[in-house]
T-cell receptor, first 116, second 112 residues
Framework: SAVISQKPSRDICQRGTSLTIQCQVD?????MFWYRQQPGQSLTLIAT?????????ESGFVIDKFPISRPNLTFSTLTVSNMSPEDSSIYLC?????????????FGEGSRLTVL | GESVGLHLPTLSVQEGDNSIINCAYS??????FIWYKQESGKGPQFIID?????DKRQGQRVTVLLNKTVKHLSLQIAATQPGDSAVYFC???????????FGGGTRVLVKP
C-alpha cells in the first residue's frame, strides 16, 4: 500500500486567507484525488488531480476556489482560497493504484482546517 | 448520479457480538463496492471490497454481502472488539471517471 503524507495536519485560519495543503506519496501513482469531509459527514470528491494538466473538478467545486497542482506522479497540492467558516473541514488526499484489480483508494491522514 | 446511503447512523454493539452495517446504493452501474473504516483523527482505511458480479466475500472477521436485486450492501463484523469502534463508510465505484462515491457513514460504538 502507498504511504501518503499530508501537510499541514491541522491549521486554524483566518477568514479571507488561503491555505495550501501538500500531499506526498512514497511511490509513483497514476490517480490522485482530493476529498473534503465536513464535520460529522462523509467524504465528497473535490477533484481528480491530473499530472501535467488541469485537475478535473466535481460538480459544485471550481478551480478558482480550490486550485490544484500535480507537478509529478508523487506530489500534489490543494489550495483552499479566500476561506470562510464554511470551509472548515478535513481535506483528504487519496491515491489509486492498489495492487488488486479493484483499484482501492489509499488515504492520507487528512488536513483539518478550522476557519475563524 | 450515483448516490450511496446508509440506514443506521449509529450502532451500539456489545463486545463479542456481531455487527451488521447496512448500505443502499442507487446506481446499478457501480462495478464494485468498498467498505472503509475511519478511526477518530485518521483517514479512511480499506476493509474489504466486493465486485458487482459477486454476492458475498469474506475476510478476516468481516463479511460483505451484496444484493443487487434491492441494491443493498452490508458489512458484518464477527465478534466485535473495542478496536472496531469507528465510523464505517461504504463506497461505490464507477468505471466511468474511475471515481468512488461514499455513503453517509455509520458510527459503531463497542460497549465493554
Amino acid at each position: 500500500s502507498a504511504v501518503i503524507s499530508q501537510k499541514p495536519s491541522r491549521d486554524i485560519c483566518q477568514r479571507g486567507t488561503s491555505l495550501t495543503i501538500q500531499c506526498q506519496v512514497d511511490s509513483q501513482v497514476t490517480m490522485m484525488f482530493w476529498y473534503r469531509q465536513q464535520p460529522g459527514q462523509s467524504l465528497t470528491l473535490i477533484a481528480t488531480a491530473n499530472q501535467g494538466s488541469e485537475a478535473t473538478y466535481e460538480s459544485g467545486f471550481v478551480i478558482d476556489k480550490f486550485p490544484i497542482s500535480r507537478p509529478n506522479l508523487t506530489f500534489s497540492t490543494l489550495t483552499v482560497s479566500n476561506m470562510s467558516p464554511e470551509d472548515s473541514s478535513i481535506y483528504l488526499c487519496s491515491v489509486g493504484g492498489g495492487a488488486k484489480n479493484t483499484g482501492e483508494l489509499f488515504f492520507g491522514e487528512g488536513s483539518r482546517l478550522t476557519v475563524l | 448520479g450515483e448516490s450511496v446511503g446508509l440506514h443506521l447512523p449509529t450502532l451500539s454493539v456489545q463486545e463479542g457480538d456481531n455487527s451488521i452495517i447496512n448500505c443502499a446504493y442507487s446506481n446499478s452501474a457501480s462495478d464494485y463496492f468498498i467498505w472503509y473504516k475511519q478511526e477518530s483523527g485518521k483517514g479512511p482505511q480499506f476493509i474489504i471490497d466486493i465486485r458487482s458480479n459477486m454476492d458475498k466475500r469474506q475476510g478476516q472477521r468481516v463479511t460483505v454481502l451484496l444484493n443487487k436485486t434491492v441494491k443493498h450492501l452490508s458489512l458484518q463484523i464477527a465478534a466485535t472488539q473495542p478496536g472496531d469502534s469507528a465510523v464505517y463508510f461504504c463506497a461505490g465505484h464507477l468505471a466511468a471517471g474511475n471515481k468512488l462515491t461514499f455513503g453517509g457513514g455509520t458510527r459503531v460504538l463497542v460497549k465493554p
